[in-house]
């Protein structure tokens, strides 16, 4: 359980928290907030200080319904992002959302250090889940630039993945899934993959709840696990909040979610995650 990148390691014996930095305009918590020089890195700054070990840059929403971005677009968002954030800080390991392969690479060469990919190496660049032989793009890229990959289970895309989604089973399927991905990307040279279920992309709450109860299904795996709640609608749905008043339940997800085999915690809340993973870690090793 440890995570290797260019310049550090990252020892998972403790779960990490990876700090959410969104400069798009539409995202479902924090959209537009972030959009110049001085947001961004003030974002950022507040994030490591409070502890992050990862910053995940998105410039692509990938909420329900999401506008679609051009490949263009996306890269002119996040490139100049990802360079100013790695010249700002040098030491931070930083993470890029995005599930094209193109933009992938560009960001490693500009300073990346991971890929979180929210389509598990299945949208082509028109968001649109593709043949098998797209899925093997992002996938070879991943191989030659040899860096850790989240593979996470999407059901349609952000456009349609609420539309009703069903499993017989949401465990067993996501558990196919992974079984499937796993051996593609390690195919293609693939060494370090981090798993995320998914929650809230093609899922009811009751699947999330699951998802959630049976996580630790997925050690099978032998892969590191990532958890995704932070201030969503399986929360607010149940509690009755809206995204900005759902940091206490997001809390109570997280700390669930560390008790069920989370090795990572992707949040906006940086802060409150490091806690739950210091309170979780006292009572794991008494």
Do not use: W
Not at 33 to 41: C, F, G, M, N, P
Not at 75 to 104: E, H, M, W
Not at 234 to 252: D, F, Q, R, S, Y
């Amino acid at each position: 359980m440890q995570l290797k990148f260019r310049n550090k390691n990252l020892n998972l014996f403790t779960p990490a928290v990876m700090g959410i930095l969104n400069i798009t305009p539409d995202s479902f918590y924090d959209g537009g907030k972030y959009s110049d020089e001085r947001t961004i890195l003030l974002h950022a700054e507040k994030m490591i200080n409070d502890g992050a070990d990862i910053i995940d840059i998105g410039a692509c929403s990938t909420r329900p319904n999401a506008t679609e971005v051009s490949e263009e677009e996306e890269l002119k968002r996040l490139i100049p992002v990802v360079k100013l954030v790695r010249r700002k800080f040098k030491d931070v390991i930083i993470s890029v959302d995005t599930f094209r392969s193109k933009v992938a690479e560009y960001s490693v060469h500009e300073g990346a250090d991971m890929i979180n990919d929210i389509s598990g190496g299945g949208f082509t660049d028109a968001v649109i889940p593709s043949a098998s032989e797209e899925s093997h793009s992002m996938f070879e890229t991943i191989g030659k630039l040899n860096v850790p990959y989240v593979l996470m289970h999407i059901k349609g895309t952000p456009q349609t993945m609420q539309n009703n989604p069903h499993y017989e089973n949401v465990t067993d399927e996501v558990m196919e899934f992974f079984k499937e991905k796993i051996h593609l990307a390690l195919k293609h040279g693939i060494k370090q993959i981090i798993l995320d279920p998914g929650f809230g992309f093609g899922k009811t709450v009751e699947h999330n709840y699951q998802l959630l109860k049976e996580l630790s299904s997925f050690k099978e795996f032998e892969f590191p696990i990532l958890a995704g709640v932070s201030r969503k609608g399986m929360i607010n749905k149940v509690l009755g909040t809206k995204p900005e008043e759902a940091l206490n339940g997001t809390t109570v997800v997280n700390t669930i979610a560390l008790m069920n085999g989370a090795n990572i915690l992707r949040v906006h809340d940086v802060k409150e995650a490091k806690e739950a993973v210091k309170i979780f870690g006292l009572v794991k090793n008494i």
